[in-house]
């Protein structure tokens, strides 16, 4: 698949997601437009007239096509002497309006009208009395004017002074759908534009297109839950039929029906940076499991920062640090959370974590287990922190990148996915997390129907 290349349905999904700005800005360009056409700009009028040119003949006096030419050719002369300041001062004085000739001069125009002898002559102003009586005397000043320069020569009036509006109520019409239009484009070139220069994932297409990996689940933000005055973390457990907790069940029936691997017996979760939501994920997605009648555990790696113990609310004075030194028995450190999930912490912080970790002891008690447990969900620190992520994803079945959505960056979570496969860790896909809520999005079966499922793929 091209990095590059937007689908249609990603285009249809961002327009969708600034629904507003489609909608109002356009309305707000057509309401100026509006008041401009119709209440601010006023109309003008257009006072034009046209003359022929040519020359007065006598009975023998034939008029050849030498001299048609001739006063084609004059019509450009005529037209700029029309123009000239001293005949329309003239004009406007004989006649005596009221107008400065720089200003009738600047609205003053003359069309020569293609091979002919026609000349046009018009001009615009508020007023249409003035507009009318304005080209009227400039055709008589100009017809005077001629009639000195060429005795034999002849311009005649063959159109009397017809009266246009220029703002006519078309043109308003034409301008509101231009000021709607300009509204659609500017609004649509907002949007792109602000999308082009958002590095971060809000949607699961641009997620795979970028990343190239599948995204196995979108965790809703669920605001009105996060507003509570008591924050819940563990909302499989709290708030089980919420949209959220139906998110972690569609998660867990993705990843078991990954291609990526089909005996996921240990499953590492981290993420690019701090903050991105991994323990979290990892939390639920361990209650997720054992709601269905499967034996899990959930160990907190994290030997530096660890929340496993806060989130489920369990002691830290003993886990995985001590039995990788051999202070505890695995036996001693693994904490029952209820019938089917079981819960190993931290333990103690001694200052190695990565070479525990890359231990044959950290070998020995996955091994141990996989022997006791159908599911082991390892919560790491970011890949981009330390390089703890990176060795434990080699003792694994697979793992899974948790991404903040609206706040990682692409870069970042491209390299993380170059660190792990790397060193030939197996990521299976990616959860993009508290992603904005879409209830086209967040379709969901009953609660019952989710577990049900779950349950048949686990066996």
Known sequence: MDSETISIEEIFQILKKKWKLVIILPLITTAISILYSFYIVKPQYEASTKVFVGKETGIEEKYNNNDVEMYQKLLKTYSELIKTNTLVSRALNRYDLDSQSSAVLSSLTTVPMANTQILEIKYKNLNKSLAKDTVSAITNEFIKETQELIPNGIVKVIEDVVISETLTSSKKKMY?????MLGLMISIGIIFLIELLDYTFKNKEKLERIVQLPTFGLIPDDTKIRKTKNHITLIVEQKPKSIVAEAYRTLITNILYSESEKNIKTILITSSKLQEGKSTVAGNLALSFAENDNKVIIVDCDLRKPSLHQKFNIPNTSGLSDVILKKESLDKVIQKHNENLYLMSSGKFTGKPASMLASQEMDNILTELKKNFDIILLDSPPVQAVTDAQILSTKVDCTLVVIRSGVTNAKSVL?????????????????????????DTYYYSSHSSSSNTIKSLLG
């Open 176 to 180: 509101v759908a231009i000021g709607f």
């Open 415 to 439: 390299e993380t996915k170059s660190l792990l496969t790397k060193i030939n860790g197996l990521v299976i896909g990616t959860v993009l997390h508290r992603t904005e809520y879409n209830k």
